[in-house]
Nanobody
Framework: QVQLVESGGGLVQAGGSLRLSCAASGMIFSLYAMGWYRQAPGKQRELVAR???????NYADSVKVRFTITRDNGKNTVYLKMNSLKPEDTAVYYC???????WGQGTQVTVSS
């Protein structure tokens, strides 16, 4: 049974940083691409960053340069380092597997102005 557990969210001031983690179990982690998504109140869930099984990355335009996605296959974990946070980054952040879709429960990120 695949399980994804996100952690690392919290309250931070604008300009600050956070690192989110998503620990996976019940799957051969190295075979999956992993994505970080976010959903703000009243908005649709959107892709923030993605990393392929081979380590290739892509980002939403709104987070390019500020966010970095990495993975540690030895720890079955994908990370999202978020720098220069803005109030508009406030959302629940989720990790997701590809191509078979499994979702974590989400972690709240709140950026105060």
């Amino acid at each position: 049974q695949v399980q994804l557990v996100e952690s690392g969210g919290g309250l931070v001031q604008a300009g600050g940083s956070l690192r989110l983690s998503c620990a996976a179990s019940g799957m051969i982690f190295s075979l999956y691409a992993m994505g970080w998504y976010r959903q703000a109140p009243g908005k649709q869930r959107e892709l923030v960053a993605r990393i392929s099984s081979g380590g290739s990355t892509n980002y939403a335009d709104s987070v390019k340069v500020r966010f970095t996605i990495t993975r540690d296959n030895g720890k079955n974990t994908v990370y999202l380092k978020m720098n220069s946070l803005k109030p508009e980054d406030t959302a629940v952040y989720y990790c997701k597997t590809e191509p078979w879709s499994y979702w974590g429960q989400g972690t709240q990120v709140t950026v105060s102005s």
